[in-house]
């Protein structure tokens, strides 16, 4: 059975990024990838992730507060 969404530990998501050029990189940080056909589910994608990410944690800061 596949595990359910909450149950898997996004910390041991690994992305290798491979360029065009074929150099193979673990984080892109200060390379700039141009938005188009082929990169935009990817900027969707990871868009909605990072949302998601901010909106529980700001969900646990309030629940802290309380």
Not at 2 to 23: F, N
């Amino acid at each position: 059975m596949a595990k359910q969404r909450s149950e898997i530990d996004d910390s041991k998501i690994k992305i290798t990024h491979t360029l065009p050029d074929g150099t193979v990189r673990d984080k892109i940080d200060g390379y700039i990838i141009s938005y188009n056909d082929n990169t935009e589910i990817a900027y969707r994608l990871l868009a909605k992730w990072t949302n998601e990410k901010l909106s529980k944690k700001k969900l646990k800061q309030s629940q802290l507060q309380i």
